[in-house]
């Protein structure tokens, strides 16, 4: 019998909320805390130095002995250095202790992470600051403090300053809009995040057996299994038993540590499934999302299975994203892209609808550059996520709306009707006032965009960042023309009617998967940045420095060295990729593949000793296929030695990364599409992995 679990005892139970600094701290302390967490003002030292003491007495009573600066460098995925509580005393005992410096500033060596020329490898020193707005937390045994990473000479190095500072950015320019439409309440605006999660699960003996797993979270050989994802029996299908365990078991590690996982079920390829939390700010959802990715993995060794998080495991099933549920909110509780009821006559939300979209379509390679890498290439524009084309889809509704705008009409609209099934035991409802579209990058869903681009092992941190200033950007823009206007409500409705006209080329409620997509996306000017090299060459053009210069995101140097960052990974995780390939094609595929073709050989010559009239064509057409198959395969391992040779050649972060997709991406290819061959024709006994058929449904 299962145990019965109490949720709301345990939510949270691993981290120092809320709840839990009411109960500790001096109420003086509690206040000047949350005011800090609230309205992003600057926390005394001395408030710091209470709460390091309230934190670790609470954390040593959790069983923590250590505790660690938990930082996201621009490695992906996060970092931490641990430290134990203990002091000596003078009697040779020690005490547990933490102090307020302890817990504001630690010091990592920065020189071994990616730092894009800004650090050369002797200068070492780096610092990581407390992030006072996400809370502290307890992980195997550890307290893990979020935090900030910079260089000693203040460069960031990692994804959550940024990601901070343009929330601090969106929230300035939205107040000054707000405040134009009388609101003198909010004091603060919030983008907020509700991240799906789409991972595979596959079995670990056979995981273990796959050296491109291992070392790519890929498969780089592998032919499709008779049965895939096309009778589409496996989305939302009944969850097997052993996946039901894992996800309970998921759950309950995801509540402890206060991440609101809501929704579960199975995705479309066989072993693939998702997760879904509800909404938190950009921040802390960041945070959660990495919390999440790493518990998943944690989690799955435990169930003696394996969690795949690479953006296309397995070539012909779907790949897995990231769906980005982004929002605006203020303080007072209102959600700003809510259209309420008349969004026709909704100014303000219309107004924010309009920054929206001339944000999108001004700064679209931008959004395309934050979804960029090696591996969510293989996804977009497959049929199975958006294309590399980003535009937006709002909807009948507000497409509606728009049109009465731009064409000076008045607005009619009966979509809200009511749905009627035709049994009467079945309930009459509403519909929702817009569709939802699958293909479209960028949607609107009602209250939120649900930006689909993003590849599943992403930091999500990335497009929040690109989002949240480009939005403030339109917003300081509309602020500065409306504060000067003799009329507000005439001027409101010609900056809203002037950014829908000139951006509308961006809306698209069709299908973003069809050719004839492609074809209009270019008569419209929209970009099709289809590779990660492609995208970067946009990353750098003067208007996006000057964008995040002048809301003081990133530095001109902090750019230049993520671009340098971005590049170098993405022709790294590619020779790393090309590699793995070399070594599973000589020392496993080749002689697996002769070591079968001289058996065959030999069963053919012993038939013929045995009797000329006993047939062996059979034997004899194998092994003429497999011979042929072979020659060229080892050619094709030759062409990839040689290109891999010449990027070696290669100078400058571009062009080495355009040289990896052009030249050795291309060469991995065309060994894949032999090696893929030759496994549908030799015998399972001598093939030296797991196929297909065994990962996707061994579960």
């Known amino acids: 019998?299962?145990?019965?679990?109490?949720?709301?005892?345990?939510?949270?139970?691993?981290?120092?909320?809320?709840?839990?600094?009411?109960?500790?701290?001096?109420?003086?302390?509690?206040?000047?805390?949350?005011?800090?967490?609230?309205?992003?003002?600057?926390?005394?030292?001395?408030?710091?130095?209470?709460?390091?003491?309230?934190?670790?007495?609470?954390?040593?009573?959790?069983?923590?002995?250590?505790y660690t600066h938990?930082?996201?460098?621009?490695?992906?995925?996060?970092?931490?250095?641990?430290?134990?509580?203990?002091?000596?005393?003078?009697?040779?005992?020690?005490?547990?202790?933490?102090?307020?410096?302890?817990?504001?500033?630690?010091?990592?060596?920065?020189?071994?992470?990616?730092?894009?020329?800004?650090?050369?490898?002797?200068?070492?020193?780096?610092?990581?600051?407390?992030?006072?707005?996400?809370?502290?937390?307890?992980?195997?045994?550890?307290?893990?403090?979020?935090?900030?990473?910079?260089?000693?000479?203040?460069?960031?190095?990692?994804?959550?300053?940024?990601?901070?500072?343009?929330?601090?950015?969106?929230?300035?320019?939205?107040i000054r809009v707000l405040r134009l439409f009388g609101d003198t309440e909010t004091t603060r605006v919030v983008t907020t995040v509700g991240c799906e999660q789409?991972?595979?699960?596959?079995?670990?003996?056979?995981?273990?057996?796959?050296?491109?797993?291992?070392?790519?979270?890929?498969?780089?050989?592998?032919?499709?299994?008779?049965?895939?994802?096309?009778?589409?029996?496996?989305?939302?299908?009944?969850?097997?038993?052993?996946?039901?365990?894992?996800m309970a078991d998921l759950d309950q590690e995801l509540w402890k540590l206060g991440i609101l996982a809501k929704t579960k079920h199975n995705e479309v390829a066989p072993a693939q499934h998702e997760l879904a939390p509800i909404f938190s700010t950009s921040n802390i959802a960041t945070d959660h999302n990495q919390l999440t990715m790493e518990i998943m993995k944690k989690t799955a060794e435990k169930h003696g299975m394996v969690c795949l998080l690479h953006e296309k495991p397995f070539a012909g099933v779907n790949g897995s994203g990231k769906h980005n549920n982004w929002s605006i909110s203020t303080n007072t509780g209102k959600n700003l892209l809510d259209p309420g009821k008349s969004p026709a006559e909704n100014k303000q939300f219309?107004?924010?609808?309009?920054?929206?979209?001339?944000?999108?379509?001004?700064?679209?390679?931008?959004?395309?550059?934050?979804?960029?890498?090696?591996?969510n290439d293989h996804r977009?524009?497959?049929?199975?996520?958006?294309?590399?084309?980003?535009?937006?889809?709002?909807?009948?509704?507000?497409?509606?709306?728009?049109d009465s705008i731009i064409g000076g009409k008045e607005y009619s609209n009966d979509s809200s009707k009511k749905l009627q099934l035709g049994s009467n035991v079945l309930p009459d409802f509403i519909r929702d006032t817009t569709d939802r579209n699958r293909t479209s990058p960028f949607a609107f869903t009602g209250n939120k965009f649900e930006f689909r681009m993003l590849g599943s092992?992403?930091?999500?941190?990335?497009?929040?960042?690109?989002?949240?200033?480009?939005?403030?950007?339109?917003?300081?823009?509309?602020?500065?023309?409306?504060?000067?206007?003799?009329?507000?409500?005439?001027?409101?409705m010609d900056v809203i009617k002037k950014a829908i006209s000139e951006h509308q080329r961006i809306i698209f409620n069709g299908n973003n998967y069809s050719e004839e997509w492609v074809a209009e996306a270019e008569r419209r000017g929209l970009s099709n940045l289809r590779t990660t090299p492609e995208a970067f060459k946009r990353y750098l053009t003067p208007k996006n420095v000057e964008l995040f210069v002048k809301h003081r995101v990133y530095t001109e140097v902090e750019l230049n060295s993520r671009c340098?960052?971005?590049?170098?990974?993405?022709?790294?995780?590619?020779?790393?990729?090309?590699?793995?390939?070399?070594?599973?094609?000589?020392?496993?595929?080749?002689?697996?593949?002769?070591?079968?073709?001289?058996?065959?050989?030999?069963?053919?010559?012993?038939?013929?000793?045995?009797?000329?009239?006993?047939?062996?064509?059979?034997?004899?057409?194998?092994?003429?296929?497999?011979?042929?198959?072979?020659?060229?395969?080892?050619?094709?391992?030759?062409?990839?030695?040689?290109?891999?040779?010449?990027?070696?050649d290669v100078e400058g972060d571009q062009e080495i990364a355009d040289f990896y997709q052009q030249e050795v991406f291309a060469a991995m290819q065309e060994l894949r599409a032999v090696g893929d061959e030759m496994e549908t024709s030799v015998s399972s006994e001598y093939w030296p992995y797991p196929t297909y058929g065994d990962l996707l449904f061994s579960v």
């Open 1 to 66: 019998m299962s145990k019965v679990i109490n949720v709301p005892e345990i939510f949270g139970s691993m981290v120092f909320d809320d709840v839990t600094m009411k109960e500790r701290l001096p109420k003086q302390t509690y206040k000047a805390l949350k005011k800090t967490i609230q309205d992003g003002d600057a926390l005394d030292p001395n408030v710091a130095t209470i709460v390091a003491n309230a934190m670790k007495d609470w954390a040593v009573e959790k069983g923590a002995t250590h």
């Open 70 to 174: 938990w930082f996201q460098p621009m490695t992906g995925i996060t970092a931490e250095k641990h430290d134990s509580f203990i002091n000596p005393t003078d009697d040779g005992r020690v005490i547990m202790e933490f102090s307020g410096k302890e817990l504001i500033k630690g010091e990592p060596d920065a020189s071994s992470f990616p730092s894009g020329g800004i650090r050369a490898t002797f200068e070492a020193r780096g610092y990581t600051a407390w992030d006072p707005t996400s809370y502290a937390f307890i992980k195997d045994g550890t307290l893990c403090i979020p935090t900030a990473f910079c260089s000693y000479t203040g460069e960031v190095l990692d994804k959550k300053t940024p990601l901070l500072r343009s929330m601090e950015r969106i929230s300035a320019e939205a």
């Open 198 to 246: 789409e991972y595979f699960l596959i079995d670990k003996d056979l995981y273990e057996q796959r050296k491109d797993l291992i070392f790519t979270g890929r498969t780089l050989f592998g032919a499709k299994a008779p049965k895939g994802q096309e009778l589409e029996d496996h989305y939302f299908g009944a969850i097997r038993p052993r996946v039901v365990e894992y």
């Open 350 to 375: 219309l107004l924010f609808l309009a920054a929206v979209i001339k944000g999108v379509d001004e700064y679209q390679d931008l959004l395309r550059v934050s979804v960029a890498s090696a591996g």
């Open 380 to 402: 977009l524009g497959a049929n199975e996520a958006p294309p590399a084309i980003i535009s937006m889809f709002i909807g009948d509704d507000l497409q509606a709306v728009v």
């Open 457 to 492: 092992a992403l930091n999500i941190a990335c497009p929040n960042i690109m989002l949240n200033t480009i939005v403030a950007e339109e917003l300081a823009q509309f602020a500065d023309e409306l504060e000067k206007a003799d009329d507000f409500d005439t001027a409101v």
């Open 564 to 648: 340098e960052i971005l590049l170098e990974n993405y022709a790294k995780i590619i020779n790393i990729e090309a590699e793995t390939m070399l070594d599973m094609a000589k020392r496993d595929i080749l002689p697996a593949v002769s070591g079968y073709v001289r058996e065959l050989t030999d069963t053919a010559l012993a038939k013929k000793a045995l009797s000329d009239s006993i047939p062996c064509d059979a034997e004899t057409e194998i092994v003429d296929k497999l011979s042929k198959l072979l020659s060229c395969f080892a050619k094709k391992i030759a062409a990839l030695e040689e290109v891999l040779i010449k990027a070696k």
